[in-house]
């Protein structure tokens, strides 16, 4: 039987997720953080718009190569052909 790779195990990932998370919410910054303008945005939007991508882009990373989804099959006799087996 394959080993199935569960992300939930990777001490990275958890890690990973966390300083993304707290990245996202810019508690981070002094109160003069709304003066500087960034494509009509304060910094604070902006950086916060960045990170939710950047989280984004870590979570699909984390489903399509660190998690195996596919499900093992359950029986030997399994038929390829639909309908009642018959």
Known sequence: MRKVKEPIKNPFIW???IVII????????PPSATRPVILGFPLWAA????????LSAFLTWVLSAQWDIEEPLSGSNVSSQGGDGK
Do not use: A, C
């Open 15 to 17: 890690i990973g997720l």
């Open 22 to 29: 707290l990245l996202t919410v810019p508690w981070y910054l």
């Open 47 to 54: 950086l916060s718009g960045f990170f939710t991508i950047v």
